[in-house]
């Protein structure tokens, strides 16, 4: 077991054996069901949010796990994990090239035998291809001396290396692939050794190998042996992001290309791809060159999937513990504060019948009793209690939608009840442990993580778009404890959506608040029902840190831009008119949607 | 190989070093140390060519040390603009500066006052002089800092803040591998947050973490705030291997940091050198004499201008053997011919 000490523990994917990846891994295609068909796919998510994850389940000793096949052959596809990382391929001395003709050639060829290399290793770790015959080999060794070879003349090699002979075994014919590309890769590298310090032009002549012209006949090749899938190919590139501008276009040509029957390419992000043009300035779009997939998006539209996927993935961790309780009994609610606001509840269910606000007395219970009870907490007993965020659904809406949010905090949790429980087991984490980690998690997201990303942009901090995005994370966080302690009939508020347009600054100031995990953004139909809106959502990571309620029903508030302009410039002012009643729209605009299904689909129904 | 250290009063400096260098180079920036070095010197014969080295996109305080430094080192200074955004603009222009300097001379001497030189710029005209160097010594100067982050309680102390970007080091691209896994190695140093965040972005297969051996920082009261960091960084990392260097012995840090390279033979190999400069300068030799070694550069968004450091009255002189210059392979830095 490689989480020994904590089951919450985050592991890089890559480094998890197949076992142990599909025992824990929760299945999330049906939410995602893009990512394991043919097709390129871009998948757009923060980090942790679970994307290497997905592509290690992909890769094909996991999937023969998984399917219950013994031969490679029976896969739908053969799954190639590209992982790239920071200064694999952005080696600073390719800035020589830039605006060079060269610079195109030279990072193709580059990112192709990358990507090639990985495929022969992926043969070697992740294909477990028996071959007790040799029949295998043989086949293999038949691509290496014919198409296989004929691609690496083609290439420029003027004397191309010779394969091993037909009768060498699978692995030493696959390890001779290996070596080849990390040789070639090696071959660049050193090329761009001779750059660092020159600024004319250095003469390159080894040979070129783009994606047409060789990834793509040497993939179509291999793809048509015995062992093989009959399926496509799908090349995942973790991390696209880490791509240099110049690749990165590459990249995009390749998707261009629309191969996706043989070869698909699944390429993640982390919200920061350069771009999504081509080598040729031509733009690729969705859905016509690829489909696309945000999942914070689809996570925060859809909060009851969500948390079937958390508690999935939190049984499977404390099973492989050991631990023989489930999420829920691990991650208990504070008792005492549920039983009075179950008792809140019960008090609006008895009063529906004259004064309901609901259609069923259950909604009024459900809408009012937790803001009654936060409300209560800040009068009379102001300072003497506090509520608690504790309990697993708590816990689940607070992660907003990022599995890592889960993952973190309930590790510190489990670390720190470990600390004080010597060898006991664990066997739940107390309500009270549970507050305070999610408090300072709240707290470290909006002050010091905050501050860090406002260090890290010099030139936004120095342009004031981060003090505007402060003062509209406080303005609009400040604005929802205000109208959840209110006696407004629909108290839960968590986002606000444009009821005209946003001019260019608010948008900008919006848009970084998403870049950064404090907004996400979607779309709902607009007020007058002719078309569609942007909204907002604020982070319920922030929640603990504005005191509101995370849970079950969300409602989002139409507002005008002038009213956010406000926000930004002035959010104490704000705040205030939010107390006074100013730039709340009546009451029926203020629309309700549940979240326990889909928010926004529930929200454009009741409207 | 043995680096030969000693330590000094600023005052002594003149007096003790024993020998006129050809080409002196030094790097002003916003602390006040950038002087001290070109202050000791300045008035004694000890010196032929200088070069004032300084960062063009700086606060104004770098400017005007500059400024002040070429004055003070008078008429055969020359100010060499570097770009901490671009390290091919920092690279060309060095490299035109020291042809220049150099003019018809061969087998000269250089001293150079590494104090103030970030960590990049450091790295990237080490490996300029390597293809230079031929007999005559390398003498590095390195400014003893009385305090860093001045005023503040060690576990408030900061130097930088933030990570603009990462990079590889111009000059040090390594030979990485497509199909190995990778080994990050980092010399902590009082930035645990930065160092964290190399982390989280490379999320290597393997991480080695060093920190400065007791006794070895450049003053005792360092070692305090580097372990403060370790500790905390070392909180945050689950699995990490750790290790001990030098923060002074150019020699030592380079054995250091090849041993733990050679732990892992199947890995790529990134160095993060964040510690003292002179432990830089031998992660600088450890790369020299094996190519697969990557080093790697996170620019800090921020610096603790205004109390970066107070200046000490000593100064380490470290004279680097021949030995130090060669490389492991006959790969040679090659000299731009245009220039």
Not at chain 2, 9 to 23: E, G, P, T, W
Not at chain 2, 37 to 59: P, T
Not at chain 2, 123 to 149: C, G, M, N, T
Request: contains cysteine; charged residues 25%; aromatic residues 10%.
């Amino acid at each position: 077991m490689s989480f020994q000490d904590n089951p919450f523990g985050v592991q890089t994917p890559e480094d998890i054996q197949a076992p142990e990846v599909v025992d824990l891994f929760v299945d999330v295609f049906s939410d995602f069901y893009n990512v394991p068909n043919p097709g390129h796919t871009f998948l757009n998510g923060p980090r942790g949010s679970g994307k290497s994850m997905m592509f290690r389940y992909l890769e094909p000793d996991c999937q023969l796990i998984r399917s219950g096949q013994s031969e490679l052959r029976e896969l739908e596809f053969y799954a190639v994990y590209v992982p790239i990382k920071n200064t694999d391929l952005k080696v600073t001395e390719l800035e020589r090239l830039e605006n060079k003709h060269a610079s195109v050639v030279l990072n193709e060829h580059f990112l192709t035998v990358f990507t090639a290399a990985r495929v022969f290793a992926s043969l070697r770790d992740r294909a477990c291809i028996e071959d007790p015959t040799g029949d295998h080999a043989h086949c293999f060794g038949t691509y290496l001396k014919g198409p296989f070879y004929k691609l690496l003349l083609k290439a420029g090699f003027s004397t191309a290396p010779q394969p091993p002979s037909k009768e060498s075994d699978l692995p030493t014919q696959i390890q001779w692939c290996i070596d080849l590309f990390d040789e070639l890769s090696s071959s660049v590298i050193a090329y761009l050794r001779h750059l660092s310090f020159r600024r004319t032009a250095f003469p390159y002549d080894g040979p070129l190998c783009g994606y047409l012209d060789f990834l793509l006949p040497m993939l179509r090749e291999l793809k048509v042996l015995p062992f093989m899938p009959r399926g496509p190919i799908y090349l995942l590139l973790d991390d696209a992001d880490n791509l240099n501008e110049t690749q990165t276009k590459i990249l995009n040509s390749w998707v261009f290309c629309r191969t996706s029957a043989q070869v698909s390419l699944k390429i993640s992000t982390q919200l920061n791809y350069k771009t999504f043009r081509t080598s040729t300035n031509q733009r690729i779009d969705s859905p016509h060159d690829y489909t696309e997939i945000d999942i914070s998006t689809v996570y925060a539209s859809s909060k009851s999937r969500y948390s079937g996927r958390v508690e999935e993935i939190v049984r499977r961790r404390l099973k492989r513990h050991h631990v023989g309780v489930g999420p829920k009994e691990f991650f208990p609610a504070y008792e005492k504060q549920e039983e009075a606001i179950k008792q809140i509840g019960v008090s609006y269910i008895a009063k529906w019948a004259t004064e309901g606000r609901g259609s069923r007395p259950r909604d009024d219970a459900n809408r009012y009793a937790r803001p009654d009870f936060i409300k209560d907490l800040g009068g009379v007993k102001k300072g003497s209690s506090k509520y608690r965020y504790a309990g697993f659904e708590q816990l689940v809406y607070l992660s907003s939608g990022v599995i890592r949010y889960f993952l973190e905090p309930a590790s510190r949790m489990y670390a720190e009840v470990q600390s004080i429980s010597g060898d006991q087991p664990i066997t739940y984490i107390d309500s009270a442990i549970q507050d305070r980690v999610v408090r300072e998690e709240a707290e470290r997201f909006m002050v010091a993580e905050f501050d860090k990303l406002s260090e890290e942009n010099v030139e936004l901090r120095q342009s004031g778009k981060f003090s505007q995005l402060r003062n509209l994370i406080h303005a609009l966080g400040g604005a929802f404890h205000e109208i959840l302690i209110s006696d407004r009939s629909e108290r839960r508020v968590f986002s606000v959506a444009f009821s005209d347009a946003p001019d260019r600054d608010v948008l900008m100031v919006f848009k970084l608040g998403v870049q950064y995990g404090y907004f996400h953004e979607a779309s709902i139909g607009n007020k007058d029902g002719t078309g569609r809106t942007r909204m907002f959502v604020l982070s319920r990571r922030l929640a603990p840190f504005f005191t509101l309620d995370p849970t079950g029903f969300a409602g989002y508030w139409f507002v005008t831009n002038a009213a956010m302009r406000e926000a930004i410039m002035r959010p104490k002012s704000f705040i205030a008119s939010i107390s006074k009643g100013d730039f709340l729209e009546d009451s029926g605009q203020l629309v309700l949607f549940d979240g326990e299904t889909s928010e926004y689909a529930e929200s454009e129904k009741e409207e | 190989m043995m680096s030969q250290n000693q330590i000094l009063k600023l005052s002594d400096l003149a007096k003790d070093v024993s020998r006129r260098f050809d080409i002196f180079i030094c790097s002003a920036s916003y602390e006040e140390r950038c002087k001290s070095v070109a202050n000791a010197l300045a008035d004694h014969q000890i010196v032929g060519k200088r070069l004032v080295c300084f960062n063009q996109k700086s606060s104004s305080a770098v400017a005007s040390n500059a400024e002040y430094l070429t004055n003070r080192l008078g008429s055969n200074a020359e100010q060499v603009l570097l770009d901490k955004t671009s390290p091919l603009v920092t690279a060309d222009n060095l490299q035109r500066a020291l042809s220049r300097a150099e003019g018809d001379g061969n087998d000269l001497s250089y001293l150079v006052d590494i104090t103030t030189f970030t960590h990049e710029a450091l790295l990237i005209l080490l490996r300029l002089l390597q293809s230079r160097v031929k007999r005559s010594p390398v003498v590095l100067a390195y400014a003893v800092a009385e305090e860093y982050s001045v005023g503040l309680p060690p576990e408030q102390k900061w130097l930088s803040k933030g990570i603009t970007d990462i990079r590889s080091v111009l000059g040090y691209p390594g030979d990485s591998k497509p199909s190995r896994k990778s080994h990050l190695i980092i010399l902590v140093g009082f930035e645990f947050d930065r160092a964290e965040r190399l982390i989280d972005e490379y999320q290597p297969h393997v991480i080695s973490l060093g920190f400065g051996q007791p006794g070895s920082a450049t003053a005792t009261q360092h070692e305090q705030i580097n372990r403060l960091a370790f500790a905390q960084l070392a909180s945050k990392v689950s699995k990490y291997k750790e290790f001990e260097f030098s923060c002074v012995d150019v020699a030592a840090v380079e054995a250091a940091v090849s041993v733990q390279a050679s732990l892992f033979p199947d890995c790529n190999v990134i160095v993060a050198p964040m510690n003292t400069k002179l432990s830089t300068v031998g992660v600088a030799g450890a790369a020299f004499r094996n190519i697969e070694i990557q080093l790697c550069y996170a620019s800090a968004s921020l610096y603790n201008v205004e109390g970066y450091s107070k200046p000490g009255d000593k100064c380490i002189l470290a004279t680097l053997p021949r030995e130090y210059w060669k490389s492991a392979s006959t790969i040679k830095a090659p000299r731009d011919p245009s220039v």
